[in-house]
């Protein structure tokens, strides 16, 4: 089980005896003290003392870490299976546990559920019955021992998707024969910002001021440029044990703010995979009483908004002369700017400005090496001929389902005329070595 975060408050212990006035010993105190009865005959008995673990600041009696830590494995064949979704506002997170008879390994063992989506913002009163179907197990670091947490969809009683199931959609782009023989391969740079309880203010900046300016606090070190480590490393670790493919972290920018990857993940599995993530972080930073935020850009002014960079390829990018494919996919992802701009998250004409490594949302441009384009080559992938492409639109709080899908379809399944190719192909000054007919 993944050990969270401590809580920062002191710690105090109330001792009685009897009818004995209870008095207060700071933590220091107590751990001088020698709780082990001696053998000695003479020595009186401690049995009599009960010991409670107190919280200083509203005295409340701590019992329960040993029922929290507690493997059930032994005494029991059944498990807990808390199933996931996303919410009405599409990217709240809802949870709800169940009993299963027995460890599974495979989401189809699981059963349907329910719930009342009227409290969720996604059904009406009158009939509010959502149908959870479960798609994607992994471990469950809160519990521990054979415990799941189930990523499912949302579907109403008829078998139909409801609005804010993205995840049916891009099963069909995903189970598309085409797309299935591309493996598309996807690695997510998921962005997010750490918050102050109550006041809404980044972690580590002074109520109600700022921290000195960008430049000391990306993958800084140090009590004065690194707020949050703990939440970060915890959340790593949880995602580890959890089977999330997680594969690197660091500090952001903007000082508060974090950054981790997944990937690279095929297909459905990236959307899975970073739902998954966001639902451990929310139980991490509620546990440690920090408030995490996805808003693409939490502070105005001259700080780094919050994105979620996806590094995108294919089969035939990957492969010789793979260049020339990703070529041809900005050419249809310049075509489709739009479309992919509304689908890939709120607020997030906030965030793309055109500065602070961003590129401005009305326009669209390519680059190698160039941060502040809309889709970013790699100096390897020129140099070697093959690769993959980044693109920098997401915001932080974007659907993984809408992104991925999107990405899949527009390059792979969308077929672009030769007339709207070659206006594309000028407009943003990219010239295609293939001919033509190779390219479709």
Known sequence: MAQILAPTTQWQMRITKNSMTPSLVTTKTWSSLLL????????????????????????????????????????????????????????????????????VEHPSELPKWNYDGSSTGQAPGE???????????????????????????????????????????????????????????????????????????????????????????YCGVGADKSFGRDISDAHYKACLYAGINISGTNGEVMPGQWEYQVGPSVGIEAGDHIWCSRYLLERITEQAGVVLTLDPKPIEGDWNGAGCHTNYSTK????????????????????????HISAYGEGNERRLTGKHETASITTFSWGVANRGCSIRVGRATEKQGKGYLE?????????????????????????????AEALAAEKIALKLLVKKAQLH
């Open 316 to 339: 035939s990018m990957r492969e010789e002369g793979g260049f020339e494919v990703i070529k041809k996919a900005i050419l249809n992802l310049s075509l489709r700017h739009k479309e």
């Open 391 to 419: 693109d920098g639109h997401p915001a932080s709080n974007m659907d993984t389902y809408v992104l991925t899908s999107s990405l899949a379809e527009t390059t792979t399944l969308w077929v672009v005329t030769l007339e």
């Open 36 to 103: 082990k009865q001696k053998k000695s005959g003479n020595t009186k008995s401690l049995s009599k003392f009960r010991v409670y673990a107190l919280k200083s600041e509203n005295n409340t009696i701590n019992r329960l870490e040993n029922l929290l830590n507690l493997d059930i494995t032994p005494y029991t064949d059944k498990i807990i299976a808390e199933y996931i979704w996303i919410g009405g506002s599409g990217i709240d997170l809802r949870s709800k546990s169940r009993t299963i008879p027995r460890p």
């Open 127 to 217: 009939d509010s019955e959502v149908i959870l179907y479960p798609q994607a197990i992994f471990k469950d670091p809160f519990r521990g021992g054979n415990n799941i947490l189930v990523i499912c969809d949302t579907y109403t009683p008829a078998g139909e998707p409801i609005p804010t199931n993205k995840r049916a959609r891009a099963a069909e782009i995903f189970s598309n024969q085409k797309v299935i023989n591309e493996v598309p391969w996807y690695g997510i740079e998921q962005e997010y910002t750490l918050m102050q309880t109550n006041v809404q203010w980044p972690l580590g900046w002074p109520v109600g001021g700022y921290p000195g300016p960008q430049g000391p606090y």
